[in-house]
T-cell receptor, first 114, second 113 residues
Framework: DTEVTQTPKHLVMGMTNKKSLKCEQH?????MYWYKQKAKKPPELMFV???????INESVPSRFSPECPNSSLLNLHLHALQPEDSALYLC?????????????FGPGTRLTVL | GQQVMQIPQYQHVQEGEDFTTYCNSS?????IQWYKQRPGGHPVFLIQ???SGEVKKQKRLTFQFGEAKKNSSLHITATQTTDVGTYFC?????????????WGAGTKLIIKP
């Protein structure tokens, strides 16, 4: 299984809502990532988990809260988001933390904040 | 901060014409990866280049890594409609005790009707 799955595919939420994005991989990868991608831009790294521990937090606002319950799962908890947070949220995994390892991306969650 | 510049931003070609995108880093890279993102899709890994001066081919795609490991290019020969999408380079650099992937801005390949 060389697939990264993400749910939901689409999410519309109000600024007072709390929601979670989910990501799963069964490739035995030990590094997992959250990216944010705006239209016509490259993916922007948010968080990196290495061996289930948060290793990189790219100064992301606290309204985004990542969680790695186990080596196969990655969640992104959302609370009190702003309209400018609307974007495609991509999860990725790699065999090892980004020392040049190929990253496998999920299909993404397209988030709209009203 | 460290940057990977990628040009052009867009390239319009007739089907059958060639396409090239270039990446240039401000610092020496450990390696460089290339990804393709189809419209409405997610980035898909194409290849990784590690060695100075490395050239790799995948059918009509040719990837090069410069001698100084600061620049790279992707050349597509005789483009087809299936090549449409945005091509990103991403350079690996060791920074703040971590390997980090620095993404180029991407080049969008558009096939003229």
């Amino acid at each position: 299984d060389t697939e990264v799955t993400q749910t939901p595919k689409h999410l519309v939420m109000g600024m007072t809502n709390k929601k979670s994005l989910k990501c799963e991989q069964h490739m035995g990868h030990r590094a997992m990532y959250w990216y944010k991608q705006k239209a016509k831009k490259p993916p922007e790294l948010m968080f990196v988990y290495s061996y289930e521990k948060l290793s990189i937090n790219e100064s992301v606002p606290s309204r985004f809260s990542p969680e790695c319950p186990n080596s196969s799962l990655l969640n992104l908890h959302l609370h009190a988001l702003q309209p400018e947070d609307s974007a495609l949220y991509l999860c990725a995994s790699s065999q090892a933390p980004s020392g040049g390892a190929e990253q496998f991306f999920g299909p993404g969650t397209r988030l709209t904040v009203l | 901060g460290q940057q990977v510049m990628q040009i052009p931003q867009y390239q319009h070609v007739q089907e059958g014409e060639d396409f090239t995108t270039y990446c240039n880093s401000s610092t020496t890279l450990s390696n460089i990866q290339w990804y393709k993102q189809r419209p409405g899709g997610h980035p898909v890994f194409l290849i990784q280049l590690v060695k100075s001066g490395e050239v790799k081919k995948q059918k009509r795609l040719t990837f090069q890594f410069g001698e100084a490991k600061k620049n790279s290019s992707l050349h597509i020969t005789a483009t087809q409609t299936t090549d449409v999408g945005t091509y990103f380079c991403a350079g690996t650099t060791f920074m703040d005790s971590n390997y980090q992937l620095i993404w180029g801005a991407g080049t969008k390949l558009i096939i003229k009707p």
